[in-house]
C-alpha cells in the first residue's frame, strides 16, 4: 500500500469520512455514554479495538469466505472479538464496564464495523484492513471525548473526573473543576447529547465549507507572469 494511500484512509477516518460527524453511524452508543470523558474514551477505545482486529481478521479470510453467507460470518468474526473485548474489560476495568453496560456488547450492532468488514476489510490486504479500522476508530474516539467533554463541562462543571475508571489509581487527580459553577443538568440529559453533538457537526461543516471556499479561491488565481496583448486583454 502507497504512502497517499494511508493519507487518503487516515484523512476519511479521521475527518471526511468521520463515522459519527458524517455518516452518522453508531449515534445510540454515542450519544448514551457520551455523559463524561472517560465513558466516551471508554467506549472509543473498546470500539477501536474491534474495528482492528475484525478488520484485519476478516481481511485474512477474506478470499476463504463464501460470498453467499459473508455477512453472517462477518457477523461472528466482529462478535467474537467484542466478546473477548467485554471479558478483557470485566477483569481490568470493572467499575467502567459496569457503567457503560449493554452498550459493550452492543457494538456488534454499530454499522460502523460490519460496514467496513463488507465495504473496505474484504477488499484489500490485511495492514490496510487493520489500518482503516484504527483510523475509523480513532475518528469515533474523537468525537466520543469531544461530546463527553462538552457535557461533563457543561453539565457537571468537571473535566476528566473519574479516569482511575480506566488509568488506575494515577489519574484519581486529574479532575479538574470550575469554582462555584452549579450543575446545568439539561447537558447530562439526552437532549443535551443532541444538541452539542450538533454543534459539533455545525462546526465541522463550517470548517469544510471555509476550506473549499480557500481551494477555489486559491485554484482561480493565475500563476506565472502576466502579459498585455494587443487586444487589451491582460492575460
Not at 468525537?143 to 457535557?151: K, P
Not at 457537571?156 to 486529574?174: E, I, S, V
Not at 447529547?193 to 493565475?222: H, M, P, W, Y
Amino acid at each position: 500500500m502507497t504512502e497517499s494511500l494511508y493519507q487518503k484512509i487516515a484523512i476519511d477516518g479521521l475527518w471526511r469520512n468521520n463515522t459519527a460527524t458524517v455518516q452518522l453511524l453508531g449515534l445510540c452508543p454515542l450519544l448514551a455514554c457520551s455523559g463524561s470523558v472517560v465513558n466516551g474514551l471508554g467506549l472509543g477505545l473498546a470500539t477501536t479495538l474491534a474495528l482492528v482486529t475484525s478488520n484485519a481478521a476478516v481481511s485474512l479470510l477474506r478470499h476463504h469466505i463464501p460470498d453467499t453467507i459473508r455477512i453472517p460470518i462477518f457477523v461472528m468474526i466482529i462478535a467474537a472479538f467484542v466478546s473477548c473485548i467485554e471479558l478483557f474489560m470485566h477483569a481490568f476495568t470493572y467499575q467502567l464496564y459496569q457503567i457503560l453496560g449493554i452498550f459493550i456488547p452492543l457494538i456488534v450492532t454499530n454499522c460502523a464495523l460490519l460496514g467496513r468488514a463488507e465495504a473496505f476489510a474484504s477488499k484489500n490486504n490485511t495492514a490496510a484492513a487493520a489500518f482503516d479500522g484504527l483510523m475509523i476508530g480513532v475518528g469515533f474516539t474523537l468525537v466520543l471525548v469531544l461530546l463527553g467533554a462538552m457535557r461533563e463541562l457543561l453539565g457537571n462543571g468537571t473535566l476528566f473526573a473519574n479516569m482511575h475508571l480506566l488509568f488506575g489509581d494515577m489519574a484519581k487527580d486529574w479532575t479538574l473543576t470550575i469554582p462555584h459553577y452549579k450543575k446545568f443538568l439539561f447537558f447530562i440529559l439526552p437532549p443535551g447529547a443532541f444538541l452539542c453533538l450538533g454543534l459539533i457537526i455545525a462546526g465541522k461543516n463550517i470548517i469544510d465549507e471555509r476550506l473549499k471556499n480557500r481551494n477555489k479561491q486559491t485554484s482561480t488565481n493565475v500563476i506565472g507572469s502576466k502579459r498585455v496583448r494587443t487586444t487589451g486583454n491582460i492575460s
